[in-house]
């Protein structure tokens, strides 16, 4: 059995060759977390591995799992894949809460080990030794974990979400909307997208009017007596509450117009999924949208405002206008909103500058493609990325390298976005259906090569909650280093960071990386 130590920021696939590493340091602040790998490669025989870790920290063992990726993502130059040996084929991504492996003859495996470092430990170096056992045979590596006087403090004035599928989650797990066996399950998902970093939560007060039509998932319960609406808000301040136990903070609110264009009024139903209220063809902005949006936005600001909730929310129009045709219908919709709610502001994910040069949008929200020409242009926007773009930009595809996606928070830095949207961390349909997919066999909605392998999801889903990725993982590690920077007041010219210049021209390797936060943990 060969073994090795290797940092985050590397994959191991079933072919991989070991280089025998037995040395490595992790630098971490306290209070913060970081993670490496021990690898090993079996011989000619099935083998059984055990790993077991001594350490003085508390450390998370987890079993680096495979999964099919058919095809290699297109628009990619080949030095920017990873793994381009090994794919089409088996890549690692998933992460099992198990600490043995069963591995077959010539057959490479890792153990994924998390380090979270309590906020008053000792600064100092503590080793990590795991023991991998296979049947008489033994093997122990032991890691540095040095733990640094700086403490991570919370993350200020940078919002961080992605898009949360309550569908999804009724879908895989067999449940109906928001029965008493749902909340369980839906903490231990608030759980995760806070332990990794971010802050901000959709709130599907409505069904979200996302990538096609889909199974009612709408939190308030509505009823109609004539021209007049009646609602119920328990289970939205359910919601609220769990997701403010989990340590959430901010909260996202449903897009009041159909995707691509406002072209629509949303599909809102009577009860939580009972008959719609309106045809879906319904304008935008017609009387029955108009009477029935100035009978709720009141309320909703009362709700938001009793709750302490309204500087900490944020509000959608309509997702992806693009063109003239949307660029009208967006312009009637927002001047209905603003006719009708003039103290919402709201925020949407639209690349053409167009819509902040006409003062459409509050906060933009542009693809890293064109979050430059905003920048550019004053106007403080938020940035995204999603299928695209690929080539050189940042993402965080199955084939996307780790150091490329450890470099987020750096270039969330770097460039002065104000905060981060993604749509995928749970789509785990097919594209724009209601279809669901197995994500652990199918990781591009079925829509591969528009869609892209790893795009529409950050977890799989457990038996009783969420088992993340290599990539949420790694993510969540340049948010803390997103912290780190902030904390130590560095500002995004520093010299440190000159390297960085835009989204597609950065460092992308790990020991850029592992060099200056180093730097930066020894300045704080």
């Known amino acids: ?43 000619d025989a099935p083998l059984t591995v055990a790993a077991a870790v001594e350490s003085a920290l508390p450390v998370q063992v987890r079993r680096v799992g495979y999964v099919p990726m058919p095809h290699v993502n297109t628009q990619t130059p080949p030095d920017e894949i990873e793994g381009l040996a090994h794919l ?48 008489e045979e033994q093997a122990t590596l032991t890691a540095t974990a040095r733990v640094h006087a700086a403490v991570l403090p919370a993350r200020q004035d940078f919002p961080v979400t992605h898009w949360f599928y309550a569908d999804a989650l009724l ?22 997208v806070a332990e990794h970093g971010q802050d901000t939560i959709y709130v599907p007060v409505f069904t979200p009017p996302l990538d096609g039509v889909k199974r009612p998932t ?17 289970p939205v301040r359910r919601w609220i509450a769990a997701a403010q136990a989990a340590g959430l903070t901010r909260f996202e609110w449903t897009h009041l117009f159909t995707q691509w264009g ?29 009477n029935f949006l100035a009978q709720f936005l009141p309320q909703l600001h009362g709700f938001l405002t009793e709750a302490g909730l309204l500087e900490r929310s944020f509000f959608h129009v309509s997702d992806e206008p693009h063109g003239e045709e949307h660029l009208a219908n967006y312009r009637a919709a927002r001047a209905l909103l603003h006719a009708l709610a003039p103290w919402m502001r709201t925020m949407d994910a639209l690349s053409e500058i167009a819509f902040a040069r006409q003062g459409l949008t509050d906060v933009p929200i542009p693809s890293i493609s064109t979050a430059m020409d905003f920048l ?54 097919k594209s724009q259906t209601q279809q669901l997919i197995d ?54 010219d520093d010299p440190l960071l000159a390297a960085i210049a835009d989204y597609q021209d950065f460092p992308k390797d790990a020991g850029w990386i592992l060099a200056r936060r180093r730097r930066v943990l020894e300045r704080m």
């Not at 007596?225 to 808000?233: H, L, Q, S, V």
């Not at 629509?264 to 939580?272: C, D, F, L, S, T």
């Not at 780790?402 to 995928?424: C, E, N, Q, V």
Request: proline content about 9%; charged content about 20%.
């Open 376 to 429: 550019a242009e004053g106007f403080p926007a938020w940035a995204y990325f999603c299928c695209g773009p690929r080539g050189r930009f940042l993402n965080r595809l199955f084939d996307t390298p780790l150091p490329k996606i450890a470099m987020s928070g750096w270039l969330f830095y770097r460039t002065g976005a104000r905060g981060f949207l993604h749509w995928g961390y749970n789509y785990w349909f």
């Open 262 to 290: 406002a072209r629509h009024a949303i599909r809102v139903y009577e009860g939580h999924d009972g008959p719609l209220l309106w045809a879906p063809e319904t304008d935008a902005t017609s009387d029955t949208y108009r």
């Open 439 to 492: 994500p652990f066999t199918v990781a591009d909605g079925l829509a591969w090569p528009g869609w892209s392998h790893g795009d529409t999801f950050l977890v799989y889903p457990g038996p009783d909650g969420p088992l993340d990725s290599l990539r949420w993982e790694v993510f969540a590690d340049s948010l803390q280093d997103y912290t780190l920077l902030q904390a130590a007041g560095i500002a995004p």
């Open 1 to 43: 059995m060969q073994t090795t130590l290797a940092t985050n920021l590397r994959r191991f696939y079933p072919r991989s060759v070991l280089d025998g590493q037995t040395e490595l340091i992790l630098d971490l602040p306290r209070g913060g977390r970081g993670a490496f790998q021990v690898a090993f490669r079996t011989e």
């Open 171 to 192: 879908e895989w797990y067999r449940l109906r909307p928001f029965e008493e066996a749902f909340w369980p399950i839906l903490d231990a998902y608030f759980a995760d």
């Open 88 to 135: 089409p084929g088996y890549v690692p991504d998933p992460l099992f809460p198990e600490a043995e492996i069963v591995a077959g003859p010539f057959e490479t495996n890792a153990f994924w080990l998390t380090v979270r470092v309590p906020a008053d430990a000792a600064p100092g170096d503590y080793p990590v030794a795991v023991t991998l056992t296979a049947g």
């Open 218 to 234: 709408q939190l308030l319960h509505v009823t109609r007596e004539g021209e007049t609406y009646r609602f119920d808000w328990a």
